[in-house]
Every structure is written in C-alpha cells, then in structure tokens.
C-alpha cells in the first residue's frame, strides 16, 4: 500500500558546505571542514550526510562550496556515492541566506520541496518524520530543533539553598537551531540574494505563523562540529554508540 504522505517528501537537498572552519584548525589547513574526519569512523561529516539523507529518500544533492572547493569536488568525484551529487562555488561571498538561493537554483525540481543541511551537523533523525511534520503545518520553512548538552558540569539546588546533585553536561534547558531545513517550493524566491537569511527571511516567517520547528527525538544523535573538542567528543560519543 502506497504511502499517501510520501509524495510530499523531499528528495532533493542542499548542503551548504562552504565556510571557512577557522575554529577547526589546523584541521581545515588543508581541507573544508565537511572534509575532516571524525577520529574512528574513517568517513567524513559530509560522507556521512550523504549517506544519511540517501537513506532519507533523497536522489540530488547541491553542494554549496567556497572555501578549499576543489578538496571537497575531488572527493566528491572519487568516492562511491549513493545518490547524484551537483557542486557549486560562489564567485564572491553571498552570506548563508544569498549561497542557500544560489544553491537552490541548481536543483532539479524547482516546484518540489527540499531539505537543506549545514555541512558541520552530524546527526541521525528521520527526515521524513520532519518532512511530513513540516507539511502538516503548512508550514513554508521548518527547523530541526535540538537541544545540546551543555560544556559543563551543573548542580542542582533545594529550596534552602543547599546542593543535591550534580549533572554533568546536562542537556540545554532551551531548543536551539539544528542546522537542519525542510523548505517548500517558494522559499527559494524569499531568501536574499545576499546575507543571512536568520535575521532577514525566518523572522518574517515566525511573524506570519509560517515557520515551524521539529524538535529532533529524544535519543537521536546529534552535534555540530565546530572545534577540536567536538571531534573529540563526538569520537567518544558514536564510539560508545556502537558498542
């Protein structure tokens, strides 16, 4: 029996892959930082991504380079893919909102909907679970949501003022940007052709009630590759994944 919802789904996305990594180095010396590996899994993050957005019923993917661009097309072109893969370069610096429309008009399917993903995120959820979220809503952009835990210890407290526990790096109290989209058709023609879309295009659309956030399940992995420390943790953390 077919799926009624499935049609709705994305299966095409953009992985927006061009920045600098300047706190990744001397990590991204020599590579863009989707290329760095995380120690013990022999993949890159953007290896990774492709895999899992293939997994996702994703077919296309637009790749949005900038920094160290050809690194990451002669991986592209030697590594064993499964799904097809289009590369773009900005000619000159169009901020996040500017390379996401420039990426976008790239894909095949100009009148279906898209997911697009930051190139540091490593994680694992089901985009179509956000996919179908996303429709339900009416939704015109919707953003993985997730909760990080928090680079330090915290202590909790009795009304008295005394200590009853310590929590090391407990979960964030408050939700934040994943780095993670589904995006209807039209979004593509609200972003600027320059600049950021997070302080231009999203808050127009939490105004008018037409953004919506998919808080990513509980137990689902999930972090965003900034520093060394986070290649460390994130070693130590699929490490015990998949024990």
């Avoid at 996401?100 to 909907?113: F, I």
């Avoid at 179509?128 to 339900?136: L, S, Y």
Wanted: charged share 25%; aromatic share 8%.
């Amino acid at each position: 029996m077919t799926d009624p919802s499935a049609a709705s789904r994305p299966v095409q996305a953009v992985v927006l892959a061009g920045g600098q990594g300047s706190r990744l180095r001397p990590y991204t010396d020599d590579r863009p930082k989707p290329m760095v590996e995380i120690p013990g899994t022999g993949t890159p993050i953007i290896g990774h991504q492709l895999s899992w957005l293939a997994e996702e019923g994703v077919t296309d993917v637009v790749v949005s380079c900038g920094h160290l661009a050809e690194v990451l097309q002669k991986w592209l072109e030697s590594a064993d893919l499964p799904l097809s893969v289009t590369t773009v370069v900005e000619t000159e610096p169009l901020g996040r909102g500017g390379g996401l429309k420039y990426a976008a008009a790239r894909l095949p399917h100009p009148d279906r909907p898209w997911y697009a993903t930051n190139g540091d995120i490593w994680t694992r959820f089901s985009l179509r679970d956000m996919a179908d979220f996303h429709t339900e809503r009416d939704a015109v952009a919707t953003l993985a949501l997730a909760r990080p835990r928090l680079p330090w210890g915290a202590v909790q407290t009795d009304g008295f003022g005394h200590i009853t526990d310590f929590i090391e790096a407990p979960p964030s109290t408050v939700e934040i940007n994943a780095g993670v989209y589904v995006f209807s058709p039209g979004f593509a023609d609200l972003l600027p052709e320059r600049g950021d879309h997070e302080r231009t295009t999203f808050p127009r659309l939490a105004r008018e009630r037409r953004l919506a956030g998919f808080p990513i399940p509980q137990g689902s992995y999930w972090r965003a590759i900034d520093t060394a420390k986070d290649l460390t943790e994130a070693s130590k953390e699929l490490a015990s994944q998949n024990r």
